[in-house]
């Protein structure tokens, strides 16, 4: 069992930066792989980045490319999305999820722990 706390969320100007935080609990953080997704109002949710178990391999929606960073930090059990020139588009609750899969996917179905969100708001 993972569970998963999302920090770091707020309201920003456009062109700003946030930095979110994934803090997990449970056995199994190290060996899992990570991702964050996000959820717009009246949107379905959708992938931000994942990040393989030992942070090697990263991926990102197109969306979000050259302008957001994932990283981890197994040994403080903390996952990372560094955010910088945000969009009012960005705005959405922020989501961090664990997978038992062997690479980072961009599919909601294949994770199975879930955070409860954060929310981030860029104004324009």
């Known amino acids: 069992q993972v569970q998963l706390v999302e920090s770091g969320g707020g309201l920003v100007q456009a062109g700003g930066s946030l930095r979110l935080s994934c803090a997990a609990s449970?056995?199994?953080?190290?060996?899992?792989?990570k991702g964050w997704f996000r959820q717009a109002p009246g949107k379905e949710r959708e992938f931000v980045a994942a990040?393989?178990?030992?942070?090697?391999?990263?991926r990102y929606a197109d969306s979000v490319k050259g302008r957001f960073t994932v990283s981890r930090d197994n040994t403080k059990n903390t996952m990372f999305l560094q955010m910088v020139s945000l969009k009012p588009e960005d705005t959405a609750v922020y989501y961090c999820?664990?997978?038992?899969?062997?690479?980072?996917?961009?599919?909601?179905?294949?994770?199975?722990?879930w955070g409860q969100g954060t929310q981030v708001t860029v104004s324009s």
């Open positions: 990040i393989s178990r030992r942070g090697i391999v990263t």
């Open positions: 449970g056995r199994t953080f190290s060996t899992s792989v």
């Open positions: 999820a664990a997978s038992g899969g062997v690479s980072p996917s961009d599919k909601t179905n294949d994770y199975d722990y």
